[in-house]
């Protein structure tokens, strides 16, 4: 592993299981708390006119946070990651890089609230995009005199689709176009956007670096310094910044980072080879299974393959009863949590597409996405086992 810019240690190359357990210690305090103090405060002293502890008020810098900041920077090889109060949080302050007049161009399939954003905000204050499927097209007749940036997810929410980041960024670098990935589905322990040629790193940090379904949160991460000014300037401006507690319970989601995605990961995979020989089930789309078309970019570009995956029933009937019926999976929105998840896009992640949208991307009242937990993988099946008989049962009625 590559630990150039590792301040950490000089002598072993740590591994991401190491790195999701150090803490950045020129932070700690004088009486060396492991588990990271919660300093729940707005402002700060300042020792007599000019004196300063470097913290002057929560909204710009506070050092739970800063810790925070700080471990996710490290994972995910920036120079520094900002910590705000939501995913979209995270992303509604990358787009205030942008000015009227600007174009920026984006995966079709994305989460359904970064598509919102984009449709009902972006376009209000002046910017235009085009969306287009990443994955299968080049960009390149699509870049614009105005075109500044480039944004996408890979795999995607919810479809999976895979786009080759360095290939992309290729193009990106040439044209001087940012290329900014939404990196929520792998998190940094299965993926690094920035080493393979991204600038600008999304995160929801509700998903699977909070890891408990405890909390909302989000981040940015960037390597170049003129970039993350402009960022921490529009961060203590428009003041979305994670509070000191939720700052506090995503440190401690990241110390299990590593064990809880290689648990859920194996379930995944397990659970995508079971639906795929299952009747009524009439897609399987998961990345680690050798005939998703994304498999050989995502062993080249990633450690891992994840622990979502998203299926296809043959009517939305059984999808319903599915959902009507789950017990041990909880029928809920959001993702990487240590419970297993079913959510149904179409009514819940992605209520707001427009339906041409929708329809283009294959997001139908059949598909249904699991965020796959930690639970016993028999359990699991035997779960799924129980609602494909019920729903079979309904339908044949
Ligand atoms: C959930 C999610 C978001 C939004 O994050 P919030 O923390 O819910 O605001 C953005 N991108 C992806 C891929 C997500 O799954």
Known sequence: MDCSGCNKCTEVNCSIDTKCQQLDRSLMDKWGAISFPIYQTATFAHDGFGGSTGYDYTRMQNPTRQQLESIVAYL????????FSSGMAAIATVMELFSPGDHFIVDEDLYGGSIRLFNEISKKNGLEYTAISLSTEDITPYIKPNTK?????????????????????????????????????????FQNPLDLGA?????????????????IGGFVVVKDEVLDERLRF?????????SPFDSWLILRGIRTLAVRLDRAQENALKLANYLKRQKHVTKVIYPGLPD??????????????????????????????????????????SLGGTETLITYPITQTHADVPKEQLERNGITGRLLRLSVGLEGIADLICEFNRVFAIADKELSR
């Open 149 to 189: 940036a480039v944004y996408l997810e890979t795999p995607t929410n919810p479809m999976m689709n895979v786009t080759d980041i360095e290939k992309l960024s290729q193009v990106t670098k040439e044209k001087e176009i940012l290329l900014i990935v939404d990196n929520t589905f792998l998190s940094p322990y």
């Open 234 to 242: 529009i961060y203590k401006t428009t003041g979305a910044g994670l």
């Open 76 to 83: 995910e090889n920036g120079k520094d990651a900002l910590a």
């Open 199 to 215: 600038d600008v790193v999304i995160h929801s940090g509700t998903k699977f670096l909070g890891g408990h379904h405890d909390t």
């Open 292 to 333: 998703h078309p994304g498999y050989e970019i995502m062993k080249k570009q990633a450690r891992g393959f994840g622990a979502m995956l998203t299926f296809e029933v043959d009517s939305e009937e059984f999808a319903k009863s599915i959902l009507n019926n789950v017990q041990l999976i909880y029928f809920a929105e």
